[in-house]
């Protein structure tokens, strides 16, 4: 008698799934570590770079603006040959390009390897979403997602505690600051290498055969690997800007860049927030901002399968934006009051955070999902490339209070795009979306469903 088998979506979660997950956040870990400890590096190699102020907003940007670039040109690249190749081997390119950067002697240099890592990272951040994603259950896909954005909180928070340590061992601090993050990747470059592509991948490619293989062999028998179904061979970018999908690669850029301005150029710069402030101690201040971020990202995942995915952007966008408001209105009340109120809009951004790493693949199809990601990902990081260059600029020129007030505005951007546009895509079927073309007619149709 034969066993009606599982569908592949459906699956129970098993230690495969969550091994997926955890190498997945390689790439996550190394980028907080890398975007989190520049502050630091950029203060103590001040001297010894001869740097200027245009070249630390260039230095703290530069990784950001490498991560727009390869997040642009690997997602095509991605939807052709899949998500394994590049996902095995990115962070050997990291943790190379991280030893090198030890042994720089002008800015310049250290300029260009930071782009390079910016690149390697955007790859990554393709690769690592759409890959995870792809083999997630629905039902769990949130929280493994959600494992993405714990190692990215946990990176920068471990780099802000790892420059504080490393800030009194000699003038050549900063170079071992640099060095520190090519030993995550390189340790986890080995545990990639086992991990299989996406059965949902394959089978829109016509290799059923492998992809029956996988989902045997690491999910179980009795789970059936994904339904064949449409390819879409007029891929690229420009079918994402088509009537079909404009709508939603649109609300995958606007929710990300919305999310990533005020919190790359608050974050990276949150003892200089603090000092505008005038809170004595703003290393301390710094450090508890980081501890938020740990926190918020943690219940970020806790939370992110348990309620719609449009009432967490949505809810978080309008939270933040008061709680930013809050401290351009009382700061100057209390410096205890001007940090918890700092603290806890990183708490509710990092929570939030979990959604660009959770929404994005959910929004595409399998022919067009690492492009739609890397889209998104492009656009935030341009985002937070620019506004972590014209933070300094800002606060010296107009005031830390007139940066702060651009920042909720771009919060409340973000609420209102989400209210009206962003489809529900918690429990939604990725081979669903694979077989049926959303156009904007449907998807008004869907959001005024789940409402």
Known sequence: MSTQQIAYEDAPLT????????????????????????GIVLASATAALHLTPLWIGLLGAATLAGLFLGAIITGPIADRIGRRRIFGWDMLAFGILSALQFFVQDAWQLLVLRLLLGIALGADYVVSKSLVTEHSPRHFR?????????????????????????????????????????????????????????????TRHGRLAEAADVVRRHVGPNVAPPPTGPVNRSGGFAILFSAQYRQRTIVGAVFYVCQVIPYFALGTFAPQVMEALGVSGKLAAGAAYNVFLLVGAIVGMLIIDKISRRAFLI??????????????????????????LFASFALVLSAAANLEFAYPPELFPTELRASGVGVATASGRLGSAGSTFLLPVVVAGAGIDTA????????????????????????????????????????????????
Do not use: N
């Not at 909720?408 to 081979?431: D, F, K």
């Open 404 to 451: 702060l007030t651009a920042c909720v505005a771009v919060l409340v951007i973000g609420a209102l795009v989400c209210w009206r546009w962003a489809p529900e895509t918690r429990t939604e079927s990725l081979a669903a979306v694979d077989e049926e073309i959303k156009t904007p007619e449907h998807t008004e149709r869907h959001r005024a469903a789940t409402h």
């Open 315 to 340: 809810g978080s966008f309008i939270l933040g934006a008061a709680l930013l408001a809050g401290l351009v209105l009382f700061a100057s009340v209390s410096p205890v009051l001007a940090v918890v």
């Open 142 to 202: 949130g929280r493994l997602m959600s494992f993405l954005a714990v190692a990215w909180a946990l990176g920068y928070v471990i780099a802000y505690l790892a420059g504080f340590l490393l800030s009194d061992i000699g003038p050549d601090a900063w170079r071992w600051m640099l060095l520190v993050s090519a030993a995550p990747a390189l340790i986890i470059f080995g545990f990639r290498l086992g991990v299989p592509e996406s059965p949902l991948w394959l």
């Open 15 to 38: 230690r495969f799934h969550i091994r997926v997950a955890v190498a997945g956040t390689g790439g996550q870990f190394s980028d907080g570590f890398v975007l989190g400890i520049v």
